[in-house]
């Protein structure tokens, strides 16, 4: 058999109830075309991989990829499209909010040459999002849309849709560049190419969910300005280091709200040292949800992490509590200067020690 024309890569997690439906909607919205989807599945509990494999059995225009170990959306969507050998390569999401019926005119643009990535836009005349995203979801997506839209080369609508398609020869050449981190690979794309691409979005109505739980919530907020500063600064500091600054930046606050208050019925030392864990205790799940998430304690991995985090994340209080009452003792600083600068003292040390002891990144 030749290879396909089109492959739509299809990144799922617990979507067991939607890879049937969306099979359907693919076979009757690409009559005509030689295509083929590539489910990338990221070991789902729910056994998606297993539905798309039941699947695959009786139709080879299917193919399941199950990732064991490796987690993230942008990486599946990567993998996926590095897999197949058609012309173009398109991506949407499984969980049947996006509208298939717009593939081929998204390949007929592309295949006319006007070019280079089409994109399903909600934002564009004749496109909505109101019937697929709740409050929150707005919020997230029209924040991100804002910084995306303060750096990008080339104006784009819709920075943030997971639903594109361009050709295969194009993602082949920038994959070495991509960052691969996250949940927005279209940025990643627009932000990795070494010139500027010509974009067309193309208007389409978000739908509402209808099986299966949604992935957005408002840690992709970090994980986006991560990949944000990582593309400003030409890759100058570790992605993952950065997110873990970003996460501390935000322990830092949860620190000194916390010593603020504890000032009223604790001493200095008792109250840095409470403030510090509660921090430490933030800082983990973050950390677990966005730095290392794809290493992500679970169950009793968590609880030994979250225990191994709190002692050798102790170490750097102790340093914290110091530096910070040396400061305060000195007056060459206020409570509020001195609990940063012995919050801030280990940043370094406890990335290298997390990365090492607590999720032994990869």
């Not at 139709?59 to 197949?84: H, K, N, Q």
């Not at 070019?115 to 109101?130: C, E, F, K, Q, Y």
């Not at 193309?202 to 990582?230: H, M, N, Q, W």
């Amino acid at each position: 058999m030749s290879s396909p024309t089109l492959s739509v890569v299809v990144p799922c997690y617990n979507e067991a109830e939607n890879i049937g439906p969306m099979v359907a909607r693919l076979e009757a919205s690409l009559q005509g075309i030689a295509w083929e989807a590539i489910f990338v599945d990221d070991n789902s509990p729910d056994g998606s991989w297993r539905i798309a494999r039941q699947i695959a059995d009786g139709d080879p225009r299917i193919r399941c990829i199950r990732r064991v170990g490796r987690r993230g959306l942008a990486s599946a969507c990567v993998e996926g499209m590095l897999s197949s050998s058609a012309e173009y390569v398109a991506v949407i999401d499984g969980d049947l909010q996006h509208d298939e019926s717009l593939l081929p005119r998204m390949l007929e643009t592309l295949r006319r040459g006007e070019a280079d990535i089409a994109v399903g836009s909600r934002h564009v005349g004749g496109g909505a999002a109101t019937e697929g995203f709740s409050a929150l979801r707005s919020r997230i997506s029209d924040g991100g849309k804002a910084l995306a839209q303060i750096i990008l080369p080339v104006p784009v609508a819709d920075p943030m849709s997971g639903f594109f398609m361009l050709r295969r020869d194009l993602i082949e050449d920038m994959a070495p560049r991509l960052t691969n981190r996250g949940f927005k690979i279209l940025l990643d794309i627009l932000l990795s190419a070494r010139r500027k691409l010509r974009v067309v979005e193309l208007p389409y109505v978000f739908r509402p969910r209808l099986a299966g739980e949604s992935k957005l919530d408002a840690t992709v907020l970090i994980e986006f300005l991560t990949l944000l500063l990582d593309k400003a600064t030409g890759g100058f500091l570790p992605l993952r280091f950065l997110s873990f600054a970003l996460v501390g930046g935000i322990g830092l606050v949860v620190h000194l709200a916390v010593l603020s208050q504890a000032l009223h019925v604790l001493p200095f030392a008792g109250a840095q040292w409470l403030a510090s864990f509660v921090a430490m205790t933030v800082n983990f799940w973050l950390n677990n949800r966005i730095t290392f998430s794809d290493a992500r304690l679970r169950r009793k991995a968590l609880w030994r992490g979250l225990l191994l985090f709190y002692v050798v994340c102790g170490i750097g209080v102790a340093a914290n509590v110091g530096v910070a009452s040396l400061l305060l003792r000195d007056e060459l600083a206020n409570w509020g200067v001195a609990g940063a600068a012995g919050a801030l003292l280990t940043l370094v040390w406890n990335y290298a020690v997390s990365a090492t002891l607590v999720w032994r990144a990869r």
